[in-house]
Nanobody, 120 residues
Framework: QVQLVESGGGLVQPGGSLTLSCAAS????????MSWYRQAPGKERELVAG????????NYAEPVKGRFTISRDNAENKMYLQMNSLKPEDTAVYYC?????????????WGQGTQVTVSS
């Protein structure tokens, strides 16, 4: 059974930091591209950052470049998002995503989300 479990969300003041974790099980973690998405109230879900499986290449959305760092530990089946210099506009539910494509098939798994609130 596939599971993605996020943790580490909470309330933080502007300028503060948080580290989100995603614990994965039930699939071959190292072969999947892993990503963090977020969804703010009234907005569509958006990609925050992604990291490939074996090579660990990363990409970031423009609003978080230079402030957020995505990483993964394939031995522990975990992914992380280090968030620094947090802004109120970073407030959202953050979701962990696992994706693999072996055409014509694709696999996508999602966690339940963790709330991040940036407010003074």
């Amino acid at each position: 059974q596939v599971q993605l479990v996020e943790s580490g969300g909470g309330l933080v003041q502007p300028g503060g930091s948080l580290t989100l974790s995603c614990a994965a099980s039930g699939f071959t973690f190292s072969t999947y591209r892993m990503s963090w998405y977020r969804q703010a109230p009234g907005k569509e879900r958006e990609l925050v950052a992604g990291i490939t499986g074996p090579a660990g290449s990363t990409n970031y959305a423009e609003p978080v470049k230079g402030r957020f760092t995505i990483s993964r530990d394939n031995a522990e089946n975990k992914m992380y998002l280090q968030m620094n210099s947090l802004k109120p506009e970073d407030t959202a539910v953050y979701y962990c995503n696992a994706h693999q494509a072996i055409l014509p098939y694709t696999w996508d798994y999602w966690g339940q989300g963790t709330q991040v609130t940036v407010s003074s």
